[in-house]
């Protein structure tokens, strides 16, 4: 795993199953398990808001540049009020 990149590591911790058997070290394994399962399922739901918050910033910017924009091409054309 050390090979694998942080998304596909992320995407593999929250694919792979928990260990099978019993004890103590098990129980350790387990709970490892389940808490970087946990960690990486929460990653990917943080990762695809954050992708999704980028999409719509990015729309409202050239929005509001286009806008900008077609303000400042008027204020130009138009005469002075000096």
Not at 13 to 30: F, I, K, L, M, R
């Amino acid at each position: 795993m050390s090979s694998l990149g942080n998304a596909e590591l992320f995407r593999t911790c929250a694919t792979v199953s928990p260990p099978d058997g019993g004890g103590a070290e098990d129980a350790v394994a387990q709970a490892t398990h389940l808490t970087l399962r946990m960690l990486a399922e929460r990653i990917e739901q943080l990762t695809g808001q954050i992708d999704a918050l980028n999409q719509r910033l990015t729309r409202l910017v050239e929005h509001h540049a286009r806008s900008c924009s077609y303000r400042w091409a008027s204020a130009r054309i138009a005469p002075s009020p000096c």
